[in-house]
């Protein structure tokens, strides 16, 4: 009865795995590969290493150009600033977290805060500058953006994947180890 039940079972996964070929779905090293990734991991670093420069370049050609904007225009540009000072610093630490420990959940927020929120108010500093200084400092940035973007849904979708696989490893394949023995 239970080798029935089992059989059952495997043609079940089967049947809702598809897409793995039979190689992938057994292994013992299997649970122990690493799917961080190192791209990601430099373009973190180099981010958390730029990102004071930015942020005193910033602060201190916002406060020459200040006095000429409109309300509007400053009370927009202060906003997005907390916003980007607040944001940045839970977007690093979610992404390093994330990628290092292998935490999708930590990831996948790093990658919405970074595509949702970051991404638009890097763009509009970036639109709304005219100093050449100004435009070279946010196009590092966003650029340093763009990249995590990137190889953040590349890891995303790899570490998914793996979680996905070593599920179905313990869940149907390790059990059947222990039952035999």
């Known amino acids: 009865m239970s080798d029935n039940w089992r ?4 043609n079940i996964t089967d049947r ?3 897409s793995l070929p039979p190689e992938e779905k057994v292994g013992s090293a299997f649970g122990n ?3 961080s990734s190192l791209p990601l991991q430099m373009s973190l670093y180099f981010n958390i290493v730029y990102f004071p420069f930015w942020l ?3 602060l201190s050609l916002i406060s020459f150009k200040l006095s000429c904007l409109s309300m509007l225009t400053q009370t927009i540009i202060s906003v997005s600033l907390f916003l980007i000072l607040i944001l940045e ?3 690093l630490y979610l992404g390093v977290q994330g990628n290092l420990n292998e935490k999708i959940p930590d990831l996948a927020a790093f990658w919405m805060f970074s595509l949702i929120l970051q991404l638009p108010l890097q763009l509009v500093f970036l639109c709304l500058n005219t100093m050449p200084v100004e435009i ?3 196009s590092i940035m966003c650029i340093l953006l763009m990249s ?6 590349i890891v995303l979708r790899d570490m998914a994947k793996h979680h996905k696989l070593r599920f179905h490893v313990s869940q149907f394949y390790y059990s059947q180890h ?3 023995e």
């Open 7 to 10: 059989q059952t079972m495997m």
């Open 16 to 18: 809702i795995f598809p």
């Open 33 to 35: 590969e690493i799917v």
């Open 56 to 58: 005193y370049t910033f």
């Open 89 to 91: 610093c839970a977007r």
């Open 136 to 138: 070279a400092v946010h």
């Open 148 to 153: 995590q973007l990137i190889f953040g849904f």
């Open 178 to 180: 222990s039952k035999t």
